[in-house]
């Protein structure tokens, strides 16, 4: 059973995130539950959507002890950054995250700022987000997620889409 | 064939209504809710059906009573404000028996609370929210997969019982995406209101059948009848004498409680040898099974009711097993609501331990494994 938490603010698209990394589980196979947890605003606030995958049925829907975290702000960071498995690994947006601890698990990718730079704009930073999670980890497979992202943008969109679950995961692959 | 999808709670109440024939939605859009009547706006059109988004959830709820009387199978979605307004109109709806599915996905009140938490503390107003006396059904799921399930059932039981049936949905379930099978529509079991099989000049709107439900005639379909709020008798016209009364008031709760049987739904686990219970429903019983098994693990002997059906109170099931166990444990994200009834059914037979959790989060399996290990300990 892996336990992923997606976090940062409203309007940056972690809840979609969320929905596509599970939809990815969906086509791999495996069992998952998706959750979310944001405030009443439409944006700004926190959010937080999160992922348990499972070869065997899920009973509790939420996540206890978190493998993956996904920080795309530093209030998400304060929060959740250090919440996690002793062999948990952390992602996080170093545009929007200035201040954390560089340790070993953490993984610091200019997320939104390849967005805005490779790509025009910040919107994609969630799909670039999901590509490096994917290249980092493995939660699921690189097929499965290129498919189920493809499933849920606007038309139209396809291949900036593509092109940001790409750079994702290149740069993830990359720091490796 | 069944179809495997990655499916939110509120999409799947949506997906089973359609499949089981609602082709009338009226409501008002509220947290946590919003995505059931989402769908009935993007689908209903195509399917021949209507959709309205009404002034206020008031007027939903009269809207539904008017589509059903005109004979089509209709459903509104609501949260805990909502839910407040529409009681009185459930009450109409339960004395004109008019069937009708009322979704609320409950959140944390009072008032407009705290809209995006989840809370199971509707319970009690499903069952009393409206004045005066009559039987309630209310269904409460426990997994999206279910939620499809209770739907179903929910629309069935309001057209066999001609009543309003409210679907306890919470914020987890809600929201909530999980891997499920879809089942083909065409393997459901749907149920249909009774029709009147007399010419209209001989058709009695409340005249019960042996089942103690009269057919419904549709507005449009030649038969004339009266539809009030008053006490009536089996014209539907207002009429007052005691035995009418008598009659009629005892007759909305026996239709629903000869039919007990039918309408409990549950289930148990671990039950067979178990020492203590826990007695869940709702997205509480995700928490309540992870920390049943881990209580299980350790070699505790714990047992886990699932309640699907809150009302009418599965009194025996409760009775049964608090005959065998110690004690039974009841968390509900409430002040403690149910747990009342279990103490009714039990009946002093077991000792009854409420856990109540009103700071808008879900349970956790450590909060109800802690307690079970004090219990057990």
Request: with cysteine; aromatic share 6%; charged share 20%.
């Amino acid at each position: 059973m892996i336990q992923i938490r997606l976090s940062g603010s409203g309007g940056q698209g972690l809840i979609l995130a969320g929905i596509i990394l599970a939809e990815a589980a969906v086509i791999d196979g495996k069992e998952v539950v998706q959750t979310q947890a944001y405030g009443p605003e439409a944006r700004g606030g926190s959010s937080k959507a999160e992922c348990i995958i499972s070869d065997e049925a899920i009973d509790y829907p939420k996540v206890t002890v978190a493998d993956v975290v996904l920080c795309l702000n530093q209030e998400s960071y304060n929060k959740y950054g250090k919440d996690i498995h002793a062999d948990g690994i952390v992602i996080v947006d170093t545009t929007l995250v200035r201040e954390f601890e560089n340790k070993e698990n953490v993984l610091a990718l200019p997320v939104t700022k390849t967005a805005v730079e490779g790509l025009g704009k910040a919107i994609f930073a969630n799909i670039i987000a999901l590509g490096a999670v994917v290249g980092k980890t493995g939660v699921v497979t690189k097929t499965a997620i290129e498919q189920a992202v493809l499933a849920r943008v606007p038309r139209g969109t396809e291949e900036l889409n593509r092109k940001a679950l790409a750079l994702g995961w290149e740069m993830a692959q990359k720091a490796c | 064939m069944s179809r495997v999808v990655l499916m939110q709670g509120n999409q799947a109440c949506a997906e089973a209504a359609l499949a089981a024939g609602v082709r009338f939605f009226a409501g008002y859009p509220i947290t946590p809710s919003t995505e059931v009547a989402e769908i009935f706006a993007a689908r209903l059109p195509r399917l021949g059906g209507k959709f309205i988004q009404m002034e206020d959830e008031i007027a939903g709820m009269g809207a539904v009573c008017g589509a059903s009387l005109a004979g089509v199978k209709a459903l509104t979605a609501t949260s805990g404000p909502g839910f407040s307004l529409k009681q009185e109109l459930i009450g109409y709806a339960a004395m004109a028996e008019i069937p009708v599915v009322v979704v609320n996905v409950q959140r944390l009140g009072p008032s407009t609370g705290k809209p995006t938490a989840p809370a199971q503390g509707d319970v009690m107003q499903a069952r009393w929210g409206t004045h005066g006396d009559r039987a309630a059904i209310a269904l409460s799921p426990t997994s999206v997969r279910e939620t499809y399930d209770v739907t179903v059932h929910a629309i069935n039981f309001s057209e066999k019982f001609r009543l309003p049936v409210i679907i306890l949905l919470d914020e987890i379930i809600g929201h909530m995406r999980e891997k499920i099978a879809l089942p083909d529509p065409s393997t459901l079991r749907i149920i249909e209101r009774k029709k009147p099989a007399v010419p209209s000049g001989e058709y009695l709107a409340y005249k019960p059948d042996d089942d103690g439900v009269a057919p419904l005639a549709a507005f449009g379909d030649g038969y004339h009848y009266h539809v009030t709020g008053l006490v009536h008798d089996e014209t539907g016209f207002p009429a007052g004498s005691a035995s009418i009364t008598a009659d009629l008031i005892t007759r909305l709760h026996t239709k629903v409680y000869n039919a007990k049987s039918e309408i409990t739904l549950f289930d148990e686990y671990f039950m067979e040898d178990a020492e203590t219970a826990v007695v869940a429903y709702g997205g509480t019983f995700r928490s309540a099974m992870a920390a049943v098994k881990e209580a299980r693990a350790k070699g505790n002997k714990v047992g886990l009711i699932k309640l699907i059906t809150i009302w009418p109170f599965a009194d025996e099931v409760v009775a049964r097993a608090a005959a065998k166990v110690g004690t039974m444990i009841v968390p509900e994200l409430n002040y403690g609501q149910l747990v009342g009834e279990v103490h009714r059914a039990a009946n002093g037979r077991a000792h009854i331990v409420s856990l109540p959790k009103v700071d808008g989060g879900v349970f956790t399996p450590q909060e109800i494994l802690s307690v079970l290990d004090k219990e057990v300990g």
